[in-house]
Structure formats: C-alpha cells, structure tokens
C-alpha cells in the first residue's frame, strides 16, 4: 500500500506562484512512476507532469516552460513548483504514483489540494 498527501494548493492572483507537495508513505519501493494530474468539476481528470524513478519528466503543454516537477528521494516527496499561473490553472490538483510489478500494477491517489488562481 502507498498513502499520498498533497499540500501547498490555496488562492493566488494571476501570475503568482505556488509548490506543491506530495509525501508518500508505505510501501514506497514499488513506486515507477509519480505525477501531477487536475481536475476541474464537469470535466475529465488531465495529467499536468509526470516522472520516471530514472528522473525522466513529461508535462501537459499548457503547463510546459512555467511547471516544474521534482522529487526529493530521501524524503519521498514529490513537489510541482507553479510559476506564472493563470486563471485556467484553477483546479483540484492530485498526486498519483504508479507501482509496477511482474504481476501486477497499482495506482494511488493522494485527496487533492484546490489551487485557485485569481484574475
């Protein structure tokens, strides 16, 4: 089992900034993949950034050049650095980890932390 809590998100004006965290927990080790996923009510949830335990990332390209995401493997923390946000990044952000086996493949959800973003 993997336990993911997201924090950080909160209301912002237009180009300001925001980190988010994600602590995992649990059974760490099987962790192959994290990211950052958003959804808006009435609409599908979108992935935002992504990253291999290799450290290779993938980023929505509305997000690409001002999202940054990292981890920090000591802590097991995984973190989304928002930089000029705007009014359409306004949304439930959740942190998902993937664990891949031989035999099987999981997927947790952290419970989501708003980020509001402010004209």
């Known amino acids: 089992q993997v336990q993911l809590v997201e924090s950080g998100g909160g209301l912002v004006q237009a180009g300001g900034s925001l980190r988010l965290s994600c602590a995992a927990s649990g059974d760490t080790i099987c962790i192959s993949t994290m990211g950052w996923y958003r959804q808006v009510p009435g609409k599908e949830r979108l992935l935002v950034a992504l990253m291999t335990s290799g450290g290779s990332t993938n980023y929505a390209d509305s997000v690409k050049g001002r999202f940054t995401i990292s981890r920090d493997n000591a802590k097991n923390t995984l973190y989304l650095h928002m930089n000029n946000l705007k009014p359409e990044d306004t949304a439930v952000y959740y942190c998902?980890?993937?664990?891949?086996?031989?035999?099987?493949?999981?997927?947790?959800w952290g419970q989501g932390t708003l980020v509001t973003v402010s004209s």
């Open positions: 998902n980890a993937g664990c891949q086996g031989n035999s099987f493949h999981l997927e947790f």
